[in-house]
Nanobody
Framework: QVQLVESGGGLVQPGGSLILSCAAA????????LNWYRQAPGKERELVAT????????KYAGSVQSRFTISRDNSTNTMSLQMNSLKPEDTAVYYC????????????WGHGTQVTVSS
């Protein structure tokens, strides 16, 4: 059974840090490009960060560049998002997702974890 399970969300003050994790099972993790998305209330889902299958290339949305770091461990089928210098506008539900390097239509999503940045 395919699973992507996010964890690590919560309430944090502006300027604080959080680490989100995504645990995967049921597919060949090392052959999937992985992404973190987020969706704030009333807004469209936004791509936050992407990491290639071997982890050699990473891309970030301009709004999080230099503050967030995406990483993955193919030996443990996990992905992380280190979030620093958090701002209230980072408040959203964060989702991990992945798609096959062979067919982008072969894709999976987690159920999301809430991140709230507020004083």
């Amino acid at each position: 059974q395919v699973q992507l399970v996010e964890s690590g969300g919560g309430l944090v003050q502006p300027g604080g840090s959080l680490i989100l994790s995504c645990a995967a099972a049921g597919f060949t993790f090392g052959l999937y490009v992985l992404n973190w998305y987020r969706q704030a209330p009333g807004k469209e889902r936004e791509l936050v960060a992407t990491i290639t299958s071997a982890g050699g290339s990473k891309k970030y949305a301009g709004s999080v560049q230099s503050r967030f770091t995406i990483s993955r461990d193919n030996s443990t089928n996990t992905m992380s998002l280190q979030m620093n210098s958090l701002k209230p506008e980072d408040t959203a539900v964060y989702y991990c997702s992945g798609y096959s390097v062979y067919d982008s239509r072969d894709a999976y999503w987690g159920h999301g974890t809430q991140v709230t940045v507020s004083s």
